[in-house]
């Protein structure tokens, strides 16, 4: 009997999005890697080792994706009209842009969770976190480009190296600052 095939959801296309939520993903994604990437830094190679990062990354992408949520859905609470449907409508928006926040410690929790099965050892599994939320952030200055109906230029990818450095000094002094 042949499978039956869903039919395959299609990303959206990010000319359709309003601008207020292409902003809103926007600052999620760049929000939620530099938080990871403060853990990145911040996690030892003995915590990678016993599994306790996996447990770290998840959290810091989990608990800073709710702290969000509530926060804009608190904020969105001024001007509103009373309309149940727009209130769910605005809701369901705040949750989907900042699915990047949630997302943005995946690859983190995957690479340790492999050094943690003793696949690759945890410096590695460290240095590689910590350079793709690097190259995620740098790629900013590109998508920054497209979303705005432009071509990628090497000036976009220069400001996304910008942005990428700016980040990492950011996650690097929260971590001196706060461990």
Sequence with gaps: MPRRSRPRRQRPDPSTFPLERLRDRMSSYIYGN??????????????IAHGAAVLTV???????YLAHVLSHVVAHAIGDTGDDEEHRET???????????????????????????????SPWAQTAAIVIL??????????????????PSFLGLWGGIVLAAVAFAIGLVKVLLTH
């Design 34 to 47: 530099i938080t990871v990437l403060a853990v990145a830094i911040a996690v030892s190679p003995e915590q």
């Design 58 to 64: 998840l959290a810091t992408a989990v608990l800073t």
């Design 91 to 121: 809701v369901g928006a705040i949750l989907r842009d900042a699915n990047p926040i949630a997302t943005s410690g995946l690859i983190p929790a995957v690479l340790y969770a492999v050094a943690w099965a003793g696949w690759l050892p």
């Design 134 to 151: 690097v190259v995620r952030i740098g790629l900013v200055g590109v998508f920054l480009q497209r979303f705005s109906g432009r071509r």
